[in-house]
């Protein structure tokens, strides 16, 4: 106490008539913890947190432990998804990876549920919890490009806007997502898709190396010679081993203008738009990525279909790429033309659909047959809110083998995605049980689902969906992360 007393004393000194807003945050992170602490551990048994091993966290951050009641700590607890409300015992906002390395120490004395949060995008709220420890890496932010070596450092915590804005500043770019507020971190170790995939393949497929803080509170490095399984399992497997503190991307030349914007068609035109899509998407260049939508606002009884194009190949060819896209129906609206890369990465912000009561469902496709067309046309109901959509894959995703990753989707053509949103204020019950139906229709057509995308799934499901690359996965679940400290995801449980 008279140490803080000091820290205080001083500071108000040296500033004369009063203390910034940064030291009167610093001084509050630094107030004593009053009271225990009610927690529970990954499997769910109550354990107390005393006010002594709280300060004593707190003292060895250099970032902030926050409780229930201090400012930030609603903002940080929050995920995008706002009818996920959920209450962590405590979160720890790490400065950087000595502080990630205090905090999964903690978490794992104490055998604490553990959620790690960057952009909170996970449709489930898998990046928080209800008792635990919530790990929020928003203050781990940045990126650094390596020209000569044609790389970017990304820390841990940062949103793929600062990957794009870094990179494109040089000439340069790497796949990164479709919305810019998206964390690095859940999107890269599940997969990474985005308007680049098909031309230089996904988010985890760039990435030449990552340190990572494992279950037992260290700092490993691993790419390809070092650490290879880590390595290896990191990209696909999710946050299954522990916390990425950075990642280092391969770059490569593009230009700043791409031509890109959407095309719009009325609810109408959707088999009309389907029928186009289901050939085009499969014989397009891959410098072509082209995304099918479909949209309705809840209680609406109307929508619209959208065929969502970025070409960031040759301008000489962009013409004869794009033109089929205007005739695929009768479009009312065509906003495709030249535009700066970075500014179509942040055109859907305002749109992501989880930023509404959301429950979401999806799987890959590797063709668009006549059934599966006939039946997400048959069965949209724009009253419910409806949110589908085809995410584009094939080119250099599909080239990769099935086990040169964790990831082993590589027979994609797209990822089809359906989500009902619904005002939080309602119940979300028939929203949810019409989607589950209308699911259930077209997912026999599917075969695999993103593992970004898990929800309650079962264990033997989440498990098959790794595919022929579960044992190993396994087998690095067992190495790193023996007590599964790491469990909210599409989580593999170690053999103990």
Known sequence: ?????????????????????????????????N?????????????????SELEELKQRLLGRLLLSG???YDKARHVLNPSIDRHPALIVQPSG?????????????????????????????KSTCEGGMQIDLSQMRGARVDLPAGTCHVAGGSLLRDLDHESMAQGMATTAGTVSHTGVGGLTTGGGFGRLARRFGLALDNVVSVDVVTANGQLVHANAEENPDLYWGVRGGGGNFG??????????????????GDVMFPLSEMKNVLNFYSEYAASCPEELYLDFVALSQPGSSDGVVILHACYSGSVEKA????????????????TIASVDYTAVQQAFDNTEPRVKGQYLKGGFVEKIPAGLIDEMANGFKPEFGLFLLFQHSGGAINRVAADATAFPHRYALANLVCAVSWPVA??????????????????????????NEVGDEKPAVVNSNYQGN???????????????????????????
């Not at 602490?37 to 005393?50: D, N, P, R, Y």
Request: with cysteine; glycine share 8%; aromatic share 10%.
């Open 97 to 125: 990876a000595a502080d990630v390395r205090t905090a999964v120490s903690f978490a794992n004395a104490h055998e604490l549920l553990v959620a790690v949060k960057c952009g909170g995008h996970s449709p489930s709220g």
């Open 319 to 334: 013409d004869s790429v794009l033109a089929p896209i205007a005739k695929a129906g009768t479009a009312f609206q065509n």
């Open 35 to 51: 009271g225990e602490i009610h927690a529970v551990t990954g499997m769910g048994a109550e354990v107390s947190l005393l006010p």
């Open 243 to 260: 916390v990425v503190t950075n990642f280092e991307f391969k770059l490569h030349p593009m230009s700043r203008k791409v031509i890109a």
């Open 70 to 72: 201090n400012d930030g």
């Open 426 to 451: 309602e119940s979300r019950e028939s929203y949810v049980d019409y989607l589950r139906k209308y699911w259930s229709a077209m997912e026999k057509y599917t075969y695999g689902w993103y593992t």
């Open 470 to 496: 579960y044992e190993r996965l396994l087998k690095v679940k067992d190495q790193y992360d023996p007590g599964n400290l790491f469990r909210l995801n599409a989580n593999i449980r170690p053999t103990a």
């Open 1 to 33: 106490m008279k140490r803080r007393q000091f820290i205080y004393n001083s500071a108000a000194a040296t500033m004369g008539v009063g203390l910034s807003s940064n030291i009167l945050a610093a001084l509050e992170s630094m107030s004593q913890v």
